[in-house]
C-alpha cells in the first residue's frame, strides 16, 4: 500500500523517508518500491556520502537517530514532505518526532494495532 503512495509523492516532486526498525524491512520496502518503478537511496549505517537532496530514501531508525547529531541531518529530516513509518506501532520512533517539521505528513503502517505493555 505505502508503495502506490511513495510512488505518487514521488511523481508530484515529493521528498520521502521510508523508516524500519529493522534492515529486513528495508530490504523489503526498497523491493517492494522497485515493483512500482522506484529506487530508493538507502541511509545505512555503514554507507557515508548520502546524496540527501534525492527525493527518494530509505532508513533504520536507529541510523537516523544516530546521525541527528549531523546539521545536515537535521536540514534533510525539516525538508521532507512525506515520512513512512512501517512497524510504526514499535516505541523506538517516539525520539524521532521532534525532529519532523510540522509541514511533514507522517503515515505509519503496522499489521499489529496497539503496542504491547505499558506503551
Do not use: W
Not at 10 to 36: C, P, Y
Not at 80 to 87: N, R, V
Amino acid at each position: 500500500m505505502f508503495s502506490f503512495l511513495v510512488r505518487s509523492a514521488n511523481a508530484k516532486g515529493k521528498k520521502v523517508l521510508i523508516l524500519t526498525h529493522r534492515i529486513e524491512l528495508i530490504t523489503q520496502a526498497g523491493g517492494a518500491l522497485q515493483r512500482v518503478g522506484l529506487d530508493p537511496l538507502k541511509i545505512e549505517a555503514n554507507k557515508r556520502g548520502v546524496d540527501l537532496t534525492q527525493n527518494l530514501h530509505t532508513a533504520m531508525i536507529e541510523t537516523i537517530t544516530r546521525r541527528m547529531r549531523k546539521k545536515e541531518y537535521v536540514d534533510y529530516l525539516s525538508s521532507l514532505d512525506l515520512i513512512i513509518i512501517d512497524e510504526c506501532h514499535m516505541g523506538n520512533f517516539d525520539k524521532f518526532f521532534s525532529y519532523i517539521s510540522p509541514k511533514t505528513v507522517v503515515l505509519g503502517f503496522t499489521a499489529t494495532p496497539h503496542r504491547e505493555g505499558n506503551q
